[in-house]
């Protein structure tokens, strides 16, 4: 009897180790964030978080964050393959004195954003988007507008500064801010970048500017209008056009780098 006794408490205490051992909550392949969320939620359709960053430390890598409602969401810095979407409104970041959203992932990882819409302040803001590291970004449909910290505020800046990226911007609205895209990557880096169906206008410090060698930037259905300039490359970027962009009233207007025919 006394043996039985011993034996149950010594299974029983390995079993209570062994629970305090799991894990408090495992990560989501889906989340979900709405304005009137809570960070403390476990971020499901339910009892959705309140930011993204609050939203991303729940979600697997590989997985999605959704939008429920209109809200500020927050600036987040992203770190692995994740998705986020917004497809029924505009998920919005207020980047008043920092970066909307910074990617900094892994070499084989892919990020893909969709109806994000950030905003620097009217003064503020260092950066709208930031790709520093990933295999690829993807945005659709987003807005980036008054990113302007100390007229040097940038939308979106491609950074890499190791590996072969790519990146397409896609459906979205870059405007009044200091510069609009910059493609600057270092070292071996390369950077290939599709800007398709797109509006980059009154970006007084530049529209598209592709910087280095590895900036390799392919120009679809876009309107460049009223930047200054519109399109400048330096150190070997090359712009490439597929003919069918509109490039006008910029100071000056710039030129793609070669025409590439429609097939």
């Not at 609050?54 to 500020?72: E, H, Q, W, Y």
């Not at 987003?142 to 040097?152: F, L, P």
């Not at 590895?214 to 200054?228: C, D, P």
Request: aromatic share 4%.
């Amino acid at each position: 009897m006394r043996f039985t006794s011993l034996l149950s408490l010594v299974v029983g205490g390995v079993a209570l180790v062994l629970v305090g051992a799991a894990p408090a909550a495992a990560q989501a392949t889906r989340t979900w964030v709405s304005g009137v969320g809570d960070d403390a939620n476990p971020c499901s359709r339910t009892a959705p978080c309140k930011t993204f960053a609050g939203a991303i430390s729940k979600t697997a890598a590989g997985g999605v964050i959704n939008t429920l409602d209109p809200g500020g969401y927050g600036a987040v810095t992203i770190t692995k393959s994740i998705s986020i979407v917004s497809d029924l409104s505009h998920g919005g970041i207020l980047s008043s004195s920092t970066s909307g959203i910074v990617i900094n992932a892994g070499v084989t990882d892919e990020v893909f954003l969709r109806g994000i819409a950030i905003d620097g302040g009217g003064s503020g803001g260092t950066f709208g988007v930031r790709f520093l590291a990933g295999r690829a970004l993807t945005m659709q449909d987003c807005t980036i507008r008054n990113v302007k910290q100390g007229g040097t505020g940038v939308a979106v800046e491609i950074a890499l500064s190791t590996g072969d990226s790519s990146t397409v911007i896609r459906n979205c609205t870059i405007t009044g801010n200091s510069i609009g895209v910059r493609i600057k990557p270092t070292g071996t880096a390369v950077a290939r970048v599709l800007i398709d169906g797109t509006l980059v206008e009154r970006n007084l410090g530049g529209g598209i500017s592709a910087i280095g060698a590895g900036a390799q930037v392919r120009l679809s259905n876009s309107v460049i209008h009223s930047n200054s300039p519109g399109l400048s490359v330096s150190g070997g970027g090359t712009i490439g056009s597929f003919g069918n962009n509109v490039i006008s009233v910029n100071g000056p207007n710039g030129a793609p780098t070669s025409t590439i025919p429609l097939q």
